[in-house]
Structure formats: structure tokens, C-alpha cells
Nanobody, 121 residues
Framework: QVQLVESGGGLVQPGGSLRLSCAAS????????MGWYRQAPGKQRELVAV??????MYADSVKGRFTISRDNAKNTVYLQMNSLKPEDTAVYYC????????????????WGQGTQVTVSS
């Protein structure tokens, strides 16, 4: 089995910072893309940032404020969020494209359970 566990969410004032972490564990042969998505109440889940093969992409709404990084030795992806705004309030989900031992050519998407980020004064 493969599991993604997120941490680091919470309540922060506008202009503040938070750092999210997502660690993958289990029978992992390789990890391709790792990224962060978010879903605000009443809205669809949207891409925040993704790291794949050395390339990084950000949503326009977070460019210059958020930074995604990976520690491949730890199978972990981070999201450093600075200059947070109330509109960043959402449940943040980690997603990873993972190939398991026994099926190294069959990578699948796995999701974390989500972590709440609330930006409010």
C-alpha cells in the first residue's frame, strides 16, 4: 500500500506564512510528479503547484508567494506559503504519481487526506 500524510496546516493571519509537508510511504518504486491542490468551500479543487522531472509549475494566483520543493530521499514534498491572503483559505491536498514495486511501469495517482489552511484576522 501507498500512503500520503500531510501536515502543517492551521490558522494564520493575513500576510503570515505556513509550511505544508507531505510524506509518501509504502511500497514505492518511484515517484514522478508531486504536487499540491486546494479546494475552498463551494469551489472545485484546483492546482496550486506541481513538481515533475525538474520542472515546476504554479497557479497564477500563488506565483511569487508560494514555493514547492521536494526531498526525494524522504519521498516528501513541501509547500512554503508566504504573504497569505484570506482567499488562500482552503483544504490543501497533496498528490503524487507513484509506481509501486511489482508494477514499476504502472504509475498511479495517490492523494493525501487534506489539511485545512485558514487565513483570517
Amino acid at each position: 500500500q501507498v500512503q500520503l500524510v500531510e501536515s502543517g496546516g492551521g490558522l494564520v493571519q493575513p500576510g503570515g506564512s505556513l509550511r505544508l509537508s507531505c510524506a509518501a510511504s509504502g511500497s514505492i518504486f518511484s515517484i514522478n510528479a508531486m504536487g499540491w491542490y486546494r479546494q475552498a468551500p463551494g469551489k472545485q479543487r484546483e492546482l496550486v503547484a506541481v513538481s515533475s522531472g525538474g520542472s515546476i509549475m504554479y497557479a497564477d494566483s500563488v506565483k511569487g508567494r508560494f514555493t514547492i520543493s521536494r526531498d526525494n530521499a524522504k519521498n516528501t514534498v513541501y509547500l512554503q506559503m508566504n504573504s497569505l491572503k484570506p482567499e488562500d483559505t482552503a483544504v490543501y491536498y497533496c498528490k503524487a504519481e507513484i509506481a509501486k514495486y511489482g508494477s514499476p511501469w504502472n504509475a498511479q495517482d495517490y492523494w493525501g487526506q487534506g489539511t485545512q489552511v485558514t487565513v483570517s484576522s
